[in-house]
């Protein structure tokens, strides 16, 4: 009894849904016929005006232009800014040549863990024991670690060739060059090099070249840590800074650079003209920013963005912008950190008097959008998939044609269908 009251109550269910599969075949074959019907109609129309199938191939092929008018798409754009300090990444997959030929420092500091050797005669007045050694290898264990070398007797020097010189600084694929930045009050160049911890092997480093000039030098050091095997009386404290004059055996000095170092190069007298070739040209890069972070505490909220931009044009597909002072440069994503423009090569680096850095770029973008707030950009550059074919005015020129030939050929198309169908 129990079954046979279940199988009743089952069954009015089995009836809903037999009548929906129902209504479903009979929706479905009712589209099929009309759709059949309305083709037939269609290829009559066809057979009847042989013109309209042209028509109709005319109106296809001007939608498809027309949305390739308006859909965005990839472009190159170049061009230049002028900014007090830029962030970039070289993504080059070779060593690559970046400062060269700088000639005239005064003083040259790093900050950073390194390990740096000197041969030659010594003069230390805190500890005389150093004077007996020839060679001596110091560690700088500490990221706040410190070196400086200065020639010794800075005020008698007039001569170039008495001063350091900066042969080349090579930097290795996804080296990141952080704060580039000239002072012209200090007269000094500023920048930090972060490398790839997989670039952390001797022969796969960042490499400086320096030619330490024809007197002997001054260096000073905090943050070091003598060789163990060196006995002194009074070991030196780390905090305490350690100063000695060498005259070095060889005026080229090699230094494999360590990751997440500072350098700082101030000259003895402003640059003029030779500045256009201490920057190596054709730089590919990556992660391309002209800002830099206000960071006052832990909480991330409290982060400021600022613009370095001083001045500077962009172009793309035929279209130019102006780029003033302290506004943002962003790609087509609002967010100069995270997203910022992709600037795919620095072809030429140059500092411009009293201004700052100046950087000629290239790279491809769907959009450039420039602004003094990041959140609300005033200003864009975008192009369609059609700038890549044709010029700005042939494209604006065979957009309005279509426009209005599309129109009258849907009204021509309407009516000779509206005509054919009251024909018996």
């Known amino acids: ?34 759709s059949i019907s309305a083709l037939k109609g269609l290829l009559r129309t ?24 308006i859909v965005p798409g990839t472009h190159t754009f170049e ?45 230390c007045e805190t500890w005389p024991e150093l004077n007996q050694l020839h060679s001596l290898i110091i560690d700088l264990k500490d990221n706040d670690s410190r070196w400086i070398i200065v020639p010794n007797n800075l005020q008698a020097t007039t001569d170039k060739n008495n001063l350091i010189t900066l042969n080349e600084l090579r930097l290795q694929p996804n080296t990141k060059v952080a704060g580039l930045s000239y002072d012209f009050l200090r007269t000094q160049l500023d920048f930090s090099l972060q490398s790839n911890s997989k670039l952390d092997l001797k022969n796969n480093q960042n490499t400086l070249e320096i030619d330490l000039g024809k007197q ?7 943050g070091y840590e003598l060789p163990p095997d060196l006995k002194l009386p009074n070991q030196p404290d780390k905090q305490t800074p350690l100063e000695f004059i060498v005259n070095p055996d060889n005026q080229q000095f090699n230094l494999n650079i360590a990751p997440n170092t500072k350098f700082y190069i101030t000259l003895a007298k402003a640059p003029k003209y030779e500045s256009e070739q201490w920057f ?12 830099n972070l206000d960071i006052p505490g832990k909480d991330a909220r409290d982060d400021l963005k600022n613009s370095t931009i ?13 780029i003033k002072k302290n506004q943002f440069l962003m790609g087509d994503k609002l967010d100069p950190i995270k997203t910022p423009l992709n600037i795919k090569e620095i072809r030429h680096l140059e500092i411009v008097p009293k201004k ?21 950009p005033v200003s864009r ?31 021509w198309l309407f009516s000779n269908a509206s005509k054919s169908e009251s024909k018996p």
């Open 381 to 411: 550059i975008q192009g369609s998939w059609l700038d890549g074919v044709l010029p700005r005015d042939a494209i604006i020129a065979l957009f309005s044609f279509g426009a209005a030939t599309v129109a009258n050929l849907l009204s």
């Open 1 to 34: 009894m129990a079954s046979r009251q279940k199988a009743k109550q089952n069954f009015p269910n089995f009836i809903n849904i037999r009548q929906w599969l129902n209504f479903l075949k009979t929706s479905l074959v009712t589209l099929f016929v009309v």
């Open 79 to 123: 061009g230049n800014i002028i900014a007090q300090e830029m962030t970039f990444t070289y993504n080059g997959e070779e060593s690559k040549l970046f400062l060269q030929n700088i000639s005239g420092i005064k003083e040259l500091e790093n900050d950073g863990r390194q390990t740096l050797t000197f041969t030659g005669d010594f003069q």
């Open 46 to 69: 066809l057979s009847n005006h042989q013109n309209a199938l042209l028509v109709l191939l005319l109106l296809l092929l001007l939608t498809i232009v027309t949305f390739a008018a």
């Open 310 to 322: 001083v001045e500077g044009k962009i172009r793309m597909v035929g279209q130019e912008q102006e």
């Open 280 to 291: 190596r040209e054709k730089i590919e890069t990556k992660d391309v920013k002209f800002l």
């Open 356 to 376: 700052g850095i100046e950087a000629r770029f290239s790279g491809k973008t769907k959009e450039i959008q420039i602004g003094i707030d990041p959140d609300f």
């Open 216 to 222: 002997p030098i001054r260096v000073i050091l905090e």
